[in-house]
């Protein structure tokens, strides 16, 4: 059987990246197939693709950096509002299918790496990201952009349960360590949700589109992150005991508790960022 002719115009070409006709035929034509190992699911909804673009809120001027672009779907509609996007691919096979999809554009930097060994302190200051990410990659690849001081905001798609614990509050199941290391940085918002057969091939499970507005006056910080660890370390032990196990005195975890007026029964997951600022503080 002949491959699908993709320098006809009419037919393919003419297609959205969206259509599921034009992705099989591009992956057949590069006798491709979706790969687990670099958590390919390539998005086929147009409501969904716009609605990431509309709430990236993009500016002429911006430099956007996308990790995992796929077949280019979501690069494409990129490189027709901005002035420059570095986008990242790990699968060396995706690199010829993206060079034809974007072929139209001079202001796309396609960068065959792994997105998590980067150097963020590379880009320009500031940058706006906006990715479907991997599954696999997005919770370690989103501390990196957090912490590297570069990036003003991010929207991206992602598992719906990492969303939910990126924006969960004190008191609820999703709320914990991740949580607050996220807000430390940044105000999260989960926009909406997006089912399994908004991709092809369908995910085994619901994602959502999450957005992150970053308060670019945080700088890192290393003791909150490292008391917020250990606070969770055993998640239904109590805050003093957990606190306790990491080495810190009897003594001084009792008078900080005091201090701050915590109950020595609370657990990690019953306090707010705020909460751990100051505990932080007293404990120093």
Same mark, same amino acid.
């Given at each position: 059987m002949s491959l699908p002719d993709l320098s006809d115009s009419k037919t393919i070409n003419a297609?959205? @990246?969206t259509s599921p006709k034009r992705v099989r035929a591009l992956l057949a034509h590069y006798n491709l197939h979706a790969d687990k190992r670099f958590g390919q699911n390539f998005l086929i909804d147009t409501g969904v693709l716009e609605a990431i673009v509309k709430s990236a809120n993009l500016a002429s001027t911006d430099t956007v950096f996308e990790v995992g672009p796929g077949?280019?779907? +979501?690069t494409y509609e990129l490189a027709q509002r901005v002035a420059n996007v570095i986008t990242v691919e790990l699968d060396s096979r995706? $690199?010829?299918?993206?060079?034809? %999809? $974007?072929?139209?554009?001079?202001?796309?930097?396609?960068l065959h790496a792994d997105a998590l060994k980067v150097d963020l302190t590379d880009l320009p200051d500031p940058t706006v990201m906006v990715a479907n990410?991997?599954?696999?990659?997005?919770?370690? +690849? $989103?501390?990196?952009? +957090?912490?590297?001081?570069?990036? %003003?905001?991010i929207i991206c798609l992602i598992q719906k349960e990492v969303a939910e614990r990126l924006?969960?509050?004190?008191? %609820?199941?999703? #709320?914990?360590?991740?949580?607050?290391?996220?807000?430390? #940085?940044?105000?999260?918002?989960? @926009?909406r949700n997006v089912k399994p057969s908004s991709f092809w091939p369908p995910p085994k499970v619901t994602s959502a589109i999450v957005q992150l507005k970053i308060d670019r006056a945080r700088q890192p910080a290393p003791a909150l992150f490292k008391v917020i660890e250990h606070a969770f370390q055993h998640r239904r032990k109590t805050l003093k005991k957990?606190?306790?196990?990491?080495?810190?005195?009897?003594?001084?975890?009792?008078?900080?508790?005091?201090?701050?007026? +915590?109950?020595?029964?609370v657990r990690a997951e019953a306090l707010p960022l705020a909460t751990f600022e100051q505990l932080v503080a007293l404990l120093e």
């Amino acid at each position: 059987m002949s491959l699908p002719d993709l320098s006809d115009s009419k037919t393919i070409n003419a297609l959205p @990246l969206t259509s599921p006709k034009r992705v099989r035929a591009l992956l057949a034509h590069y006798n491709l197939h979706a790969d687990k190992r670099f958590g390919q699911n390539f998005l086929i909804d147009t409501g969904v693709l716009e609605a990431i673009v509309k709430s990236a809120n993009l500016a002429s001027t911006d430099t956007v950096f996308e990790v995992g672009p796929g077949l280019g779907v +979501l690069t494409y509609e990129l490189a027709q509002r901005v002035a420059n996007v570095i986008t990242v691919e790990l699968d060396s096979r995706i $690199l010829p299918v993206l060079e034809h %999809t $974007l072929a139209e554009f001079d202001n796309v930097n396609i960068l065959h790496a792994d997105a998590l060994k980067v150097d963020l302190t590379d880009l320009p200051d500031p940058t706006v990201m906006v990715a479907n990410l991997p599954y696999n990659i997005a919770t370690p +690849l $989103l501390r990196n952009v +957090l912490a590297s001081g570069r990036f %003003t905001r991010i929207i991206c798609l992602i598992q719906k349960e990492v969303a939910e614990r990126l924006a969960a509050k004190p008191s %609820t199941p999703a #709320y914990g360590a991740l949580s607050l290391w996220t807000q430390y #940085y940044a105000d999260v918002t989960v @926009l909406r949700n997006v089912k399994p057969s908004s991709f092809w091939p369908p995910p085994k499970v619901t994602s959502a589109i999450v957005q992150l507005k970053i308060d670019r006056a945080r700088q890192p910080a290393p003791a909150l992150f490292k008391v917020i660890e250990h606070a969770f370390q055993h998640r239904r032990k109590t805050l003093k005991k957990n606190l306790l196990m990491a080495g810190y005195a009897d003594t001084r975890v009792q008078d900080v508790l005091e201090k701050l007026e +915590l109950n020595p029964k609370v657990r990690a997951e019953a306090l707010p960022l705020a909460t751990f600022e100051q505990l932080v503080a007293l404990l120093e």
